[in-house]
């Protein structure tokens, strides 16, 4: 699988201006850094996963740094394969705004979406699995000859302060598949976010 190195790049999502420290291993000898083979939602329906979702776990990245907070993802239909991505976050010391695309490509994996922002490459952004109404736990991961891996996961949620089901319910969709949570930590979102970041996109 592509790395999600542009997003979320965007963050995840999330952004790649915002999918967290850098998730990167690199082993040598006997210890491979490869990643898990998984799979995505297969009835994937993506007018069910338009609207506001908001980031509340995930693997500290270069784009998202650990001290990022306040994360929310805005999905709105663009084409019948596509959606609008609009991702807002505090990261650092300042707000940041992203805005870019998701298409899927592929009719037999629906829920494998590449990730489009101005001035990146490409990037994996696959639904593991999802409720539509609750969570969704989204992810990508990437090995260099089992020697260097890039791995991104986003937990997400339909509100700010989800329940303790909830985050057991996004947990379990990535240990289910063999994703290890050792490098996961808490996105905050503390009740002084407001969302109203950035400019807004012109879709």
Not at 62 to 68: I, L, M, W
Request: overall charge negative; proline content about 5%; hydrophobic content about 35%.
């Amino acid at each position: 699988m592509r790395a999600l190195t542009c997003l979320f790049l965007t963050f995840t999502l999330f952004a790649s201006q915002s999918e967290a420290r850098s998730y990167w291993k690199l082993t040598f000898g006997e210890t491979k850094a490869s990643c898990p083979t998984v799979s995505t939602k297969s009835s994937f329906d993506i007018e069910q996963y338009l609207g506001d979702w908001y980031q509340v776990q995930g693997i500290p990245s270069f784009f998202q740094p650990a001290d990022t907070h306040c994360v929310r993802a805005t999905y709105t239909r663009r084409d019948d394969l596509s959606i609008n991505v609009r991702n807002i976050g505090i990261f650092g010391s300042g707000d940041k705004e992203i805005c870019g695309h998701a298409d899927s490509k592929d009719p037999s994996n629906p829920a494998q979406l590449k990730l489009y922002f101005p001035g990146t490459p490409e990037g994996d952004y696959w639904v593991l699995d999802t409720d539509y109404e609750n969570w969704s736990a989204v992810y990508s991961c990437g090995d260099i000859f089992g020697l260097i891996k890039f791995e991104y996961a986003f937990a997400l949620t339909r509100t700010p302060h989800p329940s303790a089901e909830v985050i057991a319910a996004v947990d379990k969709a990535y240990t289910d598949q063999g994703v290890s949570l050792e490098e996961f930590i808490d996105v905050p979102q503390p009740d002084d976010c407001t969302y109203d970041y950035g400019q807004g996109c012109d879709f």
